[in-house]
């Protein structure tokens, strides 16, 4: 019987705790929330000079930064065809070359700071399901040598046994410059790296309101108020970093920004030779479905899958049962082995399915990274605090619209529809 709580929590070293110290008064900038976005911020603010507060609500990395698959990704959620289609060849392609750029700043910052996450830089696959959409991978494959001078590689068939052990795909692609980590212990990591360089954390800090005290600073040069449940802190600068949370804090993105669970199962550790048998290279996989998939091995050979089409709000043995079947179908091998853990994490999405980075009413935000925010979030949070301390910035994803949801009223059903809604297109093709 698995039980309800997540495995890196439980692989990873006691937390730092940053609870119960005194606020300061005022500060130069105040993050709101500590997943990877904002410990990322802190940490390039405080190295920059800045008087950083972080505040977190619950503990750092509590949501989903420390509850994802590990699956660091040097690519986008959108393939760059559809993100060429969306927004033009120009845009996307800096799109997509700064979630390259992304995943070389989590492996910077992992050196540079010498934070233990089990980091590895093993690539990653996208697994056709369906014969047209291995043509899909191709074309793919041909964009990115072209437009953004990237390359993959797409194996046939007949060749998938080098990557994955298992007939249910029928083509794969490979991105050799993803990797993987221990979310738990990078994100944590972060935080430490952050208070060694000054930054000022503190958990169980609730942020209720920010208000603008004028369009010009005053004379201590605040222009924010930033009000918690512990107190009230003045400051010159707001970066957002609470990604779900933020509509709950800031009006502006009220039923913009919508709550979505994922959810995650993790088998008992695998023998040696059926983990090397069924990833051979270690790398961390997704499938091409809207529904997908995406499973990796952990440092201790556990099976850790996730996505599926799973709900929020229903029995947990309801979601339990549908991650195993989806793992069982591709890996029919693991049908004897125990499953140890499972447990979801809630992350943010807009309609249009994009990141979305930059300042809206005079506040540093960045969110909604679809899958991809252990390299994203990492990246634009320090791409952010760049521009806060004056420096140049790299955010392709500034002022892009953000659809609004009027039916919204923070329920599960909207996204658990969506997700219906997304098999039935699974099933069209």
């Not at 699956?71 to 393939?79: D, M």
């Not at 952050?194 to 201590?220: C, K, M, N, Q, Y």
């Not at 793992?327 to 399915?353: Q, R, S």
Request: charged share 20%.
């Amino acid at each position: 019987m698995a039980q309800n709580t997540c495995l890196w929590w439980e692989t990873a070293p006691a937390p730092n705790s940053y609870a119960n110290k005194p606020l300061p008064v005022k500060t130069d900038v105040v993050v709101v929330g500590g997943g990877f976005t904002g410990t990322s911020a802190a940490l390039q603010l405080a190295k920059g000079g800045a008087r950083v507060t972080l505040l977190e609500a619950k503990t750092i990395g509590f949501e989903a930064s420390s509850r994802n698959g590990g699956q660091a990704l040097s690519c986008l959620h959108l393939t760059l065809n559809q993100a060429i289609k969306e927004h033009g060849r120009e845009l996307a392609r800096d799109m997509f070359l700064a979630a390259t750029y992304a995943a070389d700043t989590v492996e910077r910052i992992v050196t540079d700071e010498q934070l233990d996450c089990d980091y590895l830089r093993c690539g990653n696959i996208e697994a056709a399901i369906k014969p047209a959409h291995v043509d899909a991978l191709k074309r793919e494959q041909e964009t990115l040598r072209e437009v953004a001078g990237y390359e993959v590689t797409v194996l046939e068939k007949n060749e998938i046994k080098s990557e994955l052990g298992t007939d249910s795909y029928h083509g794969l692609l490979v991105n050799p410059r993803s990797g993987s980590v221990q979310p738990a212990k990078f994100v944590r990591g972060m935080g430490m790296a952050a208070e060694r360089a000054g930054a000022d954390i503190h958990e169980g800090t609730r942020v209720l309101a920010v208000d603008r005290i004028s369009d010009s600073p005053v004379s201590d040069g605040s222009r924010f108020l930033v009000k918690t449940n512990r107190g009230d802190i003045h400051t010159k600068e707001i970066m957002l970093a609470a990604n779900a949370w933020i509509g709950n804090i800031v009006p502006q993105f009220r039923q913009r920004v919508l709550p979505a669970e994922s959810f995650i199962i993790a088998t008992e550790p695998l023998p040696m030779e059926l983990a090397q048998k069924l990833i051979p290279n270690n790398r961390v996989v997704y499938d091409t479905r809207k529904t997908l998939a995406y499973y990796r091995l952990s440092p201790d050979n556990r099976m850790v899958w996730g996505g599926e089409l799973t709900f929020a709000g229903i029995n947990p043995q309801t979601n339990i049962n549908t991650l195993r079947r989806g793992m069982l179908k591709v890996f029919p091998e693991l049908a004897n082995f125990n499953l140890d853990y499972f447990w979801g994490g809630t992350m943010g999405i807009t309609l249009d399915e994009n990141t979305h980075a930059g300042q809206i009413d005079g506040m540093w935000y960045s969110m909604c990274y679809v899958g991809h925010g252990v390299t994203l979030a990492t990246y634009l949070g320090q791409q952010m605090a760049n521009g806060i301390l004056g420096k140049p910035v790299n955010n392709p994803f500034n002022d892009l619209h953000i659809p609004y949801v009027s039916p919204f009223r923070e329920n599960a059903w909207v996204v658990n529809a969506g997700k219906l809604w997304f098999r039935f297109l699974d099933m069209l093709g």
